[in-house]
T-cell receptor, first 113, second 113 residues
């Protein structure tokens, strides 16, 4: 069975500071990993995905994530955040067991001026 | 801009009413999903349709009834709902391939009086 754990429910950070949102997964099969963002009153939007190849994945809005197979992690990073990055971020995993995607509980990023 | 459109965006209904949520995707996908998003809870997968056949029903109460007449449209029929059913209902679509991300609509905010 697959599962996803987002280690922080809320992350407050000042504008222009770096941020890391942590995600760990468990799976007995090969995995595909995703980060989604949800702005207020909107649905989830894909930020980036890891399917194979380079373990450092770049996404939209200056975000990147690193796949670490030995630590079963897929942490999301941004070197300098903006007020507009305030949103809920979801880590997700799918695998060869089917096309269903398992979502983490979400991390609320709050960027302060 | 989203390729997945949900209507209505907001719905207030009494416990004895019958209403339907609609989802339409313009992305050429062949899988569609209903999720429930409640405050302080992880995203809950309710139903999955693949090639217009229901392939997943995660122990959802019978007061929720999905319908998928074709690969572009998905409905969620509601009747005799309970206050705890108040939530954001999200529709998503994807290709029936394990490594493809899901595309979400902006959701219907449902309030049960």
């Amino acid at each position: 069975a697959q599962s996803v754990t987002q280690l922080d429910s809320q992350v407050p950070v000042f504008e222009e500071a770096p941020v890391e949102l942590r995600c760990n997964y468990s799976s007995s099969v090969s995995v595909y990993l995703f980060w989604y963002v949800q702005y207020p009153n909107q649905g989830l939007q894909l930020l980036l995905k890891y399917l194979s190849g380079s373990t450092l994945v770049k996404g939209i809005n200056g975000f990147e994530a690193e796949f670490n197979k030995s630590q079963t992690s897929f942490h999301l990073r941004k070197p300098s955040v903006h007020i507009s990055d305030t949103a809920e971020y979801f880590c997700a995993v799918s695998g060869t067991g089917g096309f269903k995607t398992i979502f983490g509980a979400g991390t609320r990023l709050f960027v302060k001026a | 801009e989203t390729g997945v459109t949900q209507t209505p965006r907001h719905l207030v209904m009494g416990m004895t009413n019958k209403k339907s949520l609609k989802c339409e995707q313009h992305l050429g996908h062949n899988a569609m999903y209903w999720y429930k998003q409640s405050a302080k809870k992880p995203l809950e997968l309710m139903f999955v349709y693949s090639l217009e056949e229901r392939v997943e029903n995660n122990s959802v109460p019978s007061r929720f009834s999905p319908e998928c007449p074709n690969s572009s449209h998905l409905f969620l029929h509601l009747h005799t709902l309970q206050p705890e059913d108040s939530a954001l209902y999200l529709c998503a679509s994807s290709q029936v391939v394990v490594n493809q991300p899901q595309h979400f609509g902006d959701g219907t905010r449902l309030s049960i009086l």
